[in-house]
Every structure is written in structure tokens, then in C-alpha cells.
């Protein structure tokens, strides 16, 4: 629209509209600028070994009530590294299915 309130039109050739469009359509959900191996990668993503031991060693200790305050703080942060790991491996499934890559889902 003008200053004078005059409603203008634009024309945009396809290649701009699309990319004008996928601005507008973004998803923040989406791992955007990842290649397909890397978001493999992550969505197959496992907590390594010695931090499951670990994991189970405090899982087990907090079970029998024999926890002190330092591994309840180490419990809270392995559970909440959890988390979000589990969301960013949800987040590359969901990049993945979105491009089209139905094998990962």
C-alpha cells in the first residue's frame, strides 16, 4: 500500500515467490541447514555406554532412598540431558519425514 492509502500489486516471478514462501513457512521445529547423514545420525543417536552404567548406578541408588545430594544433582542432569536428547532425535525424525524420507520414521 502507498503512502497516499493506494493499494499497489506486486509480481514476482516463481523462484522468488517459493522462496519468499518457505521464509514464511518455517517450521521451528525443524533442524534446518543439516545434511540427511547428520540428521541420521542423530535420530539414531544412543546415550553411551558409560553414561547408561552410570544412569543405572543412580537409578538403582535412588530406588533404595541411598542417594546423596551430589548424585541427585548428577541424576537430575543425566535425566534432563535425557530429555533433550529425546527432543533433538524427535526433531531430526520430524526434519527427515519432512523432506520426504519415510524410512526413518
Not at 533433538?88 to 520414521?105: E, V
Request: hydrophobic share 40%; aromatic share 4%.
Amino acid at each position: 500500500m502507498r503512502e497516499d492509502g493506494e493499494r499497489t500489486g506486486v509480481v514476482l516471478n516463481w523462484q522468488d515467490f517459493q522462496k519468499l514462501r518457505s521464509h514464511l513457512e518455517r517450521d521451528p521445529d525443524l533442524l534446518v541447514g543439516l545434511d540427511v547423514e547428520t540428521l541420521a545420525a542423530i535420530a539414531d543417536g544412543m546415550m553411551s555406554a558409560p553414561h547408561q552404567q552410570r544412569l543405572e548406578t543412580l537409578l538403582e541408588r535412588n530406588r533404595s532412598g541411598a542417594l546423596t545430594l551430589e548424585e541427585r544433582a548428577e541424576l537430575d542432569q543425566l535425566l534432563d540431558d535425557i530429555d533433550r536428547m529425546n527432543l533433538l532425535k524427535a526433531r531430526a525424525l520430524y526434519t527427515l519425514k519432512h523432506m520426504g524420507f519415510r524410512q526413518f520414521t
